[in-house]
């Protein structure tokens, strides 16, 4: 199996740094064009995707859309296994806010209502595996969000490090009998055009 992550275009939240988490915000036009320019990256490779998934929060599936009709990849329906994690108290809150509001040098697994990183790297890992096994002569792209793939990627391989995954990162992995090996990891190129 081949399996791509995709981190989803830029939102209006991502460019002031508000942490979104589940909170369901939209794609901007800079997030458009990114999306836009993915997909004609992937549509001009010589590597075919089966197939396109994605959270089914708006800015991911919506960066799944875009993609899908650039490079003419069948998009199926979202799955909640690859939403962000949810940040509780947290979420809409800026750096600047979330330091007046919690202080400089506090956990995060304390605030109020926010998932576990246990949980999302499990319910991330659960939706690999499930493919992994039902699916291991595919290729498989996936769009989802920045803490999601951060958390599942040195999951996967331990060779990889928990780096900042910037809007519309693109990662590939291959699958075979000793685990997970990289391809491509965590590249943005097609976005510094």
């Not at 396109?52 to 875009?66: C, G, K, P, Y």
């Not at 979202?78 to 949810?86: K, N, Q, S, W």
Request: proline share 4%; charged share 25%.
């Amino acid at each position: 199996m081949i399996i791509g992550l995709v981190r989803h275009g830029q939102t209006d939240w991502n460019a002031v740094g508000r942490i979104q988490g589940q909170t369901d915000i939209p794609l901007n036009e800079e997030g458009i064009r990114q999306a836009k320019a993915l997909g004609q990256r992937i549509a001009d490779e010589d590597r075919k995707w089966d197939a396109i998934i994605s959270s089914d929060l708006q800015r991911a599936h919506e960066t799944a859309r875009i993609i899908a009709e650039a490079a003419d990849i069948p998009q199926l329906p979202g799955d909640e296994r690859l939403r962000e994690r949810y940040f509780g108290e947290m979420e809409g809150l800026t750096r600047s806010e979330r330091v007046e509001r919690f202080g400089s040098e506090w956990p995060v697994e304390h605030v109020n209502g926010i998932e576990p990183m246990e949980a999302v790297r499990e319910r991330a890992h659960a939706f690999v595996e499930q493919w992994r096994h039902a699916k291991s002569d595919m290729s498989l792209l996936v769009v989802s969000h920045g803490g999601l793939i951060a958390a599942l990627l040195p999951l996967l391989c331990e060779s990889i490090g928990d780096d900042h995954i910037g809007n519309l990162s693109y990662s590939i992995l291959e699958w075979n009998d000793e685990g997970w090996t990289p391809l491509l990891y965590n590249c943005t190129a097609h976005v510094q055009v």
